[in-house]
């Protein structure tokens, strides 16, 4: 980033040295929630744990587990997932007429 295209965006010097004085000297809160920082966190579990079945090369499927609990909860867990983060808005698609 450089530091003249802040002075050449700005609408005034007093407005460009304050947004300097924020990248420098604020700390602030971050602009992530609390359910945003849950959501990393559950992606990265999700990654991490991949990423040890497939480096210790352990043999784990939930989802064709012979337990019936172990089986349904999974299918819990996934319809879960979907509902809190999926995108359900019904949107037009982004390749639409493209």
């Given at each position: 980033?450089?530091?003249a295209?802040?002075?050449?965006?700005?609408?005034?010097?007093g407005?460009?040295l304050?947004?300097?004085?924020?990248?420098?000297?604020d700390?602030?809160?971050?602009f992530i929630?609390?359910?945003?920082?849950?959501?990393i966190?559950m992606?990265?579990?999700?990654?991490?744990?991949?990423?040890?079945i497939d480096?210790h090369h352990?043999?784990?499927?939930?989802?064709?587990?012979?337990?019936?609990l172990?089986r349904?909860?999974?299918?819990?867990?996934?319809v879960?997932?979907?509902?809190l983060?999926?995108?359900?808005?019904?949107?037009?698609f982004i390749?639409?007429?493209?």
């Amino acid at each position: 980033m450089s530091v003249a295209w802040i002075f050449f965006r700005a609408n005034s010097i007093g407005d460009a040295l304050k947004i300097i004085h924020g990248i420098f000297a604020d700390s602030g809160i971050p602009f992530i929630s609390v359910a945003d920082n849950i959501g990393i966190a559950m992606a990265l579990g999700i990654v991490l744990s991949k990423e040890l079945i497939d480096e210790h090369h352990w043999d784990i499927h939930v989802q064709d587990s012979p337990v019936w609990l172990v089986r349904h909860m999974y299918i819990v867990c996934m319809v879960t997932f979907i509902i809190l983060f999926g995108v359900l808005s019904g949107g037009q698609f982004i390749y639409f007429q493209f």
